[in-house]
């Protein structure tokens, strides 16, 4: 599909979104800190998904996306291949609505993955860890079942769903100077933009993503989407690439992508945990990173920051080493 | 004193403590969870004084200790010894109303809680780590300078401060059946049950304290104050005995003192960060591992818990060994 063709969501489409799954999700709540804004130089407004159920805004797209189904194709149940967040927000979200959730996984997950998908009533099926035997086992079950697809990001639905997180900031935050939130796939950022701009145009809306892996920056650049090839980061939210819908959601109303280092990611994320008492995951603490080694952009403004989850293993927490 | 002599608060005394201090402190969040829920077999409510500043309900009843001073006695300062969360409340609290805090710590002191107290202002004084060094250098400085000592619990209007928290909780939550907190020297639980039990007079108020640091359940038992030797507890926040003071009130107001191990300690504080995404300090732990091992008495009740505080060594965390 050549790109111009794709149709975007407007601000409406995230609106009515938000209307259908209001009484689903939780209402996450804002948190603000003196100290933080103290150390960041700006007032941040800390939009906590880490607080969604399943510890990540993903659940809001999943919703979405199985709510807008017809009862006929409800009844066959959802489908995906992911090993993260996007796995468990499904596998709850389609037992909320009383349909299977099929999921494959790869059978090197790790077992707590494993765990949190079963735990939400998933129906799992393993398979070796390569992308060509996801899809495979994907669309095995999928012919099997009847089973929709729904993909992690790439999906007009779940884009809307994932958008209601800004609307809730902004409806408790109505003059922020800039929104900004991490990018991995692309679906939050694409429903935070998508909302903001549609009716806050005067608001900036920026991305965060590791320097380690940025390739939605260098895709933006270069008006080309480039593959996320082996990226290392502890970030582990953000490690896939840009779809054609996200690329060009985000190409049409983001502001810019910031790439922070992995230091300032840890760094970042030690500050948030030790001042403000919130357990938020490696991919959250980018776009405060961002903020942190780009003062002067931010300086008194008022910024709202998505903070995507709070999903951590923690065995092993990044300032440990 | 004889213990019959002693005057101790009314749920007015809170009540009135709560309209000098409510500009001053965060209202903090009371926080549910299902799946917190559905594991202790009751539903709870928890007050999260670990996002009240300084990261500890100590701030409410350092505020209010504070504003209770005339001119005559403020200009001179405050004093206190201390290496602890009351320390960090009491120079953040002096601060706000412009007057010095002199803290005397111990010269052994974590660096963190060095740091903590002197970037709230305080003008730290070192000495030997023993208790006679604390007390003395303590009364040496307060000659000096006029400053008024505050205790971080054996005072009536700590304690009408800390029970400023159970105020705030029951004002969301009139409906609770049970609250419970914990109890070290007795501060927060005094002023816990001084108001619930003066408001609410049909909610059950119960204590919580690690079976290795007993000396409250023991004290009450016997009706005799026993001192709080060496304890081994992680729940570093209960480390010290009742006063005459917490003891009369939780003698007359408190239904009972549940003792919980150390590993469920653990237990507890690990589960509540990774379902709730919350940083709850050990001895925050305690009330809820009370709840985990007690399950038939908290079985479908209505359970408000005080969490305590926030503030944990980030390197260090107990389930790792």
């Not at 804004?37 to 805004?57: D, H, M, P, T």
């Not at 300086?299 to 990044?318: A, C, E, M, T, Y």
């Amino acid at each position: 599909m050549a790109m111009q063709d794709i149709t975007v969501p407007s601000h409406l489409d995230i609106e009515n979104a938000f209307n259908l799954i209001e009484n689903h999700i939780n209402h996450t709540p804002i948190f603000t800190s003196r100290s933080v804004n103290s150390i960041l130089g700006c007032s941040a407004y800390l939009k906590c998904e880490n607080f969604q159920r399943v510890g990540a805004f993903k659940f809001r797209g999943a919703t979405h996306a199985i709510l807008r189904l017809n009862p006929a194709e409800a009844k066959h149940g959802v489908i995906t291949h992911s090993s993260g967040n996007h796995a468990a927000a499904l596998a709850l979200a389609a037992s909320q609505r009383g349909i299977p959730a099929y999921i494959v996984m790869p059978e090197n997950a790790p077992e707590i993955k494993k765990k949190a998908v079963a735990g939400y009533g998933g129906i799992i099926t393993f398979c070796p860890p390569t992308q060509n035997d996801r899809e495979q086992t994907m669309l095995r079950i999928k012919e099997q079942t009847g089973a929709t697809f729904i993909h992690p990001y790439d999906n007009f639905n779940v884009i809307c769903g994932q958008g209601t997180a800004s609307l809730e900031l902004m409806q408790h935050e109505p003059n922020l100077d800039i929104v900004i939130a991490p990018v991995g796939g692309g679906g939050l950022l694409s429903g935070t933009a998508s909302y903001v701009k549609g009716r806050y145009p005067k608001v900036k809306v920026l991305g965060a993503e590791p320097k380690n892996a940025d390739d939605a920056y260098r895709s933006l650049r270069d008006h080309t989407i480039y593959p996320s090839v082996k990226p290392q980061t502890i970030a582990d939210g953000l490690l896939t690439s840009l779809s054609p819908l996200t690329y060009s959601i985000i190409n049409r109303h983001c502001d810019g992508i910031l790439t922070v280092s992995e230091q300032a990611i840890i760094d970042a994320m030690r500050m948030v945990w030790e001042r403000m008492k919130i357990i938020i995951e490696p991919s959250s603490a980018v776009p405060v990173a961002a903020i942190m080694e780009n003062a002067k952009l931010f300086h008194n403004k008022r910024v709202g920051i998505i903070i995507s989850g709070g999903n951590v293993d923690l065995n092993h927490l990044p300032w440990q080493g």
